[in-house]
Every structure is written in structure tokens, then in C-alpha cells.
């Protein structure tokens, strides 16, 4: 028997130790990801272009969210 029980994954251990947040975020990154890979893959020219103009702003918008300062819960 392990030491987190029969019934409960090793890995739920950490799960629930961790941000949910954090995990939020990584969800939402590889969804962003798989999403990039299909339009690289299938986009016609014009789609892979917006695409790219997307990305780009949503890699300012996170830059500018940790330009901002913490709040008080952190």
C-alpha cells in the first residue's frame, strides 16, 4: 500500500498542495498551445498572421500584469 492511500494517485497529493491558480494557469497555457499548433498546421495565411498578432498582445498583457503591483493577498 503507498503512502497516500490505495484509492488516491501519488500525484493528487501535490495537486492539492498546489495554487489553484497556478493550475488554472497551466491548463490555460496548454489550451493556448494546442490552439497555436492548429492554426500553424491548418490556418490559411491570413488566420496564421492574426494569430501571430494575438499572441503578441497577450504576451504584452502578461508583461503588463507583472508590471503591476501585488496585491494585498500575496
Given at each position: 500500500?503507498?503512502?497516500?492511500?490505495?484509492?488516491?494517485?501519488?500525484?493528487?497529493?501535490?495537486?492539492?498542495?498546489?495554487?489553484?491558480?497556478?493550475?488554472?494557469?497551466?491548463?490555460?497555457?496548454?489550451?493556448?498551445?494546442?490552439?497555436?499548433?492548429?492554426?500553424?498546421?491548418?490556418?490559411?495565411?491570413?488566420?496564421?498572421?492574426?494569430?501571430?498578432?494575438?499572441?503578441?498582445?497577450?504576451?504584452r498583457?502578461?508583461?503588463?500584469?507583472l508590471?503591476?503591483?501585488?496585491?494585498?493577498?500575496?
Amino acid at each position: 500500500m503507498s503512502t497516500y492511500g490505495a484509492a488516491t494517485p501519488p500525484w493528487e497529493h501535490f495537486a492539492q498542495e498546489a495554487d489553484p491558480n497556478e493550475l488554472r494557469l497551466r491548463k490555460a497555457t496548454h489550451a493556448l498551445m494546442v490552439a497555436t499548433k492548429q492554426v500553424s498546421q491548418v490556418g490559411s495565411s491570413d488566420q496564421r498572421a492574426r494569430a501571430t498578432e494575438a499572441l503578441d498582445e497577450a504576451r504584452r498583457a502578461l508583461y503588463g500584469i507583472l508590471g503591476e503591483a501585488p496585491s494585498d493577498d500575496e
